[in-house]
């Protein structure tokens, strides 16, 4: 079978980081296109527009969106009525709705849709969630703090409306809690701390119920090393997946940890879910940040400048 014919949509940090490296690394995929209002790829064709590049790439099945949530809906639409594939960095879209209406067309035309979530692909994340099937578990706490400075520099989507703020990181706790816990995760609070001069949070607690007690403590003002971990207690010991999932221990001993190879397993799966006409749509990790904007209690904090004043 020829390979499927990929066209890359944002050529911004996480693109170049991952998906390029990535797709050169899955058999049955090959990039053919990219587009991108401000940058090029050597050896595709290169557009400054998705619609453009749907117009004139016949050839290309599927297409891979690396923009903001914000706006990603009519380039996901555009994509959809191409009759090509497409899959959605995380979080997959800026509303729930619009989710639904891409589900809605994406079964119209039997094209396959993958909302993913690279951290539930993690190198120790299928591990917890094996080990965790057979316990009890009693409280779980999740840390997720990281310099945004770091990890964001000038990007302003991240504090417009729909950018999420903190929750752009927190987000991928959220997917790994929800593919790692037996049942489901429902919100039950919200506190949610919103410098003045921006529109989303620098810094959420939340609290959720999944049969027992659920805390998340997100922070993008963590100074030193970063801290994506999340503590299961259980009745046979203190769990830990941390660094982003790449590692587990139990009572400090380890039990699992690996490589990052979470843009690989992505594709591949992108790959598979086409070839077997099958989609993959979880919303379950917006949902609860959504349900924390609508409930969560709002807190000033100072302003932020992307440069220490
Ligand atoms: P980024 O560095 O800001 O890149 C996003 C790219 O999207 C831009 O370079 C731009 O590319 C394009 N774009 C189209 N409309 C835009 C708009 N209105 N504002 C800004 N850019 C726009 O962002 P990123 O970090 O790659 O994040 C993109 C997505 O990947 C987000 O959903 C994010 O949550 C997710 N993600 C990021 C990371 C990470 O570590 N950075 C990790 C995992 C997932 P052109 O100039 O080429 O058009």
Redesign the pocket.
């Known amino acids: 079978m020829s390979d499927i014919e990929l066209a890359l949509?944002?050529?911004?940090?996480?693109?170049r980081?991952?998906h390029l490296p990535a797709i050169a690394a899955t058999p049955g995929m090959t990039l053919t296109a990219v587009?991108?209002?401000?940058?090029r790829l050597d050896g595709v064709a290169n557009f400054t527009d998705i619609d453009t590049l749907l117009d004139e790439m016949h050839d290309v099945q599927a297409v891979s969106l690396?923009?903001?949530?914000?706006?990603r809906f009519e380039q996901a639409m555009a994509v959809l009525r191409a009759d090509c594939h497409l899959m959605l960095?995380?979080?997959p879209g800026a509303t729930l709705t619009e989710l639904q209406i891409l589900a809605a067309e994406a079964r119209l035309r039997s094209l396959t849709l993958f909302t993913t979530w690279?951290s539930r692909e993690a190198a120790a994340v299928d591990v917890a969630r094996d080990w965790l099937a057979d316990r009890v578990v009693h409280a779980t706490h999740i840390d997720w703090c990281e310099d945004v400075r770091k990890?964001?520099p000038g990007?302003?989507?991240i504090w417009q409306p729909g950018g999420?703020g903190v929750f752009?990181p927190g987000i991928?706790a959220l997917s790994i809690l929800t593919a790692v816990l037996p049942d489901p995760v429902r919100l039950t609070g919200a506190d949610l701390h919103i410098p003045e001069n921006r529109q989303t949070p620098i810094a959420a607690e939340l609290t959720m119920d999944a049969g027992h007690p659920v805390t998340a403590r997100l922070d993008w003002r963590q100074q030193g090393a970063d801290l994506w971990q999340i503590r299961f207690d259980t009745d046979a010991g203190t769990a830990l997946l941390d660094q982003g999932g790449a590692r587990f221990s139990v009572d400090g001993e380890p039990v699992a940890q690996g490589d990052n190879a979470e843009y690989a397993r992505l594709y591949a799966r992108f790959r598979d879910l086409i070839a077997n006409g099958d989609s993959d749509l979880d919303l379950s990790p917006l949902r609860l940040v959504a349900d924390a904007f609508l409930t969560g209690r709002r807190h000033a904090a100072p302003e932020f400048q992307d440069q220490d004043p």
Do not use: F, M, Y
């Not at 587009?35 to 940058?39: H, K, P, T």
């Not at 690396?66 to 706006?71: A, E």
């Open positions: 949509v944002g050529l911004g940090t996480i693109a980081a991952q587009a991108s209002r401000n940058a690396c923009t903001p949530p914000q706006g960095e995380k979080p690279h990890w964001h990007q302003d989507w999420l752009d991928n």
